[in-house]
């Protein structure tokens, strides 16, 4: 049974820095790219950040460049997010998710995603 585990949300001032956790298990990990998504109340997912198999390839959102950093552990099965100078339109339900390593991939579409962590609250007050 596939689990992703996410944590190190938490509630923090805008400016403020957190650094998500996702720990993965029942797959092999090292054939998965990695993609974090939030959702904010009333609002669609969207992508955050996505990094490849083998952390060679990333890509972030525009609203988060310069400010989030995607990284893996693939000895720890766990993919990190980074998250520096939060501001409170950053305040969402983060969530980690993973897709088979396959010829194509659209790290943006949650769609193409095989499986989904629970997520974590973030809350940046200002």
């Known amino acids: 049974q596939v689990q992703l585990v996410e944590s190190g949300g938490g509630l923090v001032q805008a400016g403020g820095s957190l650094r998500l956790s996702c720990v993965a298990s029942g797959l092999t990990f090292s054939s998965y790219h990695m993609g974090w998504f939030r959702q904010a109340p009333e609002k669609e997912r969207e992508f955050v950040a996505a990094i490849s198999w083998g952390g060679g390839a990333t890509d972030s959102a525009d609203s988060v460049q310069g400010r989030f950093t995607i990284a893996r552990d693939n000895a720890k099965n766990t993919v990190y997010l980074q998250m520096n100078s939060l501001k409170p339109e950053d305040t969402a339900i983060y969530y980690c998710?993973?897709?088979?390593?396959?010829?194509?991939?659209?790290?943006?579409?949650?769609?193409?995603?095989?499986?989904w962590g629970q997520g974590t609250q973030v809350t940046v007050s200002s």
């Open positions: 998710a993973a897709v088979q390593r396959r010829s194509d991939w659209y790290p943006r579409l949650p769609i193409r995603y095989d499986y």
